[in-house]
């Protein structure tokens, strides 16, 4: 099992972003990839998750209108997407795919090697 | 939402001595806690599922126990690799929720 994730990013604030992750190795479909978030010098934050199988997903309160996540099962690729950045928006972001398949009582498994983004006027 | 704390936030230890962490849950969450070591610049890794299992390659000086609100992260016998941050999880409810954080370092 692999996630690779995409570069790392420098935006200004207001400006657009979306990540990836990209699934190999094992049924991307059937297992959920989740979303973290890691600001300079502090903890794990999970930001929201989503079933490629039906682009089901689910927000923490703390991100929800924030970001979108959404997934192409074409090319087995999960993404992180802003609208309009801010300078607070800097952090490590992180993708991980739940251990279980089909459940999301699971523990985070697999992870990606995380995309570090900038945001500075 | 289920509120994670992590006990001690720092803790500094001799190679070969015995490290305990404590995680406690705001509300039962029965045994759906993991536990992850994350080394500077690193992605977390998983260490232990479930409260106590153990996950493949994880070396055994490495253990979880507890159920309800009340876990323990114990290494037996720390090795200077072992420095890192440990995280505890809960995947009983959304959102999913981290503690806070260990930092573990070498007297």
């Known amino acids: 099992v692999h996630l690779v994730q995409s570069g790392a990013e420098v935006k200004k604030p207001g400006e657009s972003l979306k990540l990836s992750c990209q699934g190999s190795g094992y049924s991307f479909n059937t297992y959920w990839i989740a979303w973290v978030r890691q600001m300079p010098g502090k903890g794990l934050e999970w930001m929201g998750i989503?079933?490629?199988?039906?682009?089901?997903?689910k927000y923490s309160p703390s991100f929800q209108g924030q970001v979108t996540i959404s997934v192409d099962r074409s090319i087995r690729t999960a993404y992180l997407q802003w609208s309009s950045l801010k300078a607070s928006d800097s952090a490590m972001y992180y993708c991980?795919?739940?251990?279980?398949?089909?459940?999301?009582?699971?523990?985070?498994?697999?992870w990606g090697q995380g995309t570090l983004v900038t945001v500075s006027s | 939402d289920i509120q994670m704390t992590q006990s001690p936030s720092s803790q500094s230890a001799s190679v070969g001595d015995r490290v305990t962490i404590t995680c406690q849950a705001s509300?039962?969450?029965?045994?759906?806690l993991n536990w992850y070591q994350q080394k500077p610049g690193k992605a977390p890794k998983l260490l232990i599922y479930?409260?106590?299992n153990l996950e493949t390659g994880v070396p055994s000086r490495f253990s979880g126990s507890g159920s309800g609100t009340n876990f323990t992260f114990t290494i037996s016998s720390l090795q200077p690799e072992d420095v890192a941050t440990y995280y505890c999880?809960?995947?009983?409810?959304?959102?999913?929720?981290f503690g806070p954080g260990t930092k573990v370092h070498l007297k």
């Open positions: 479930d409260a106590s």
């Open positions: 989503i079933y490629p199988f039906d682009s089901d997903a």
């Open positions: 509300q039962d969450i029965t045994n759906y």
């Open positions: 991980a795919r739940l251990a279980a398949a089909g459940s999301l009582v699971s523990s985070f498994q697999h």
């Open positions: 999880q809960q995947c009983n409810s959304l959102p999913l929720t």
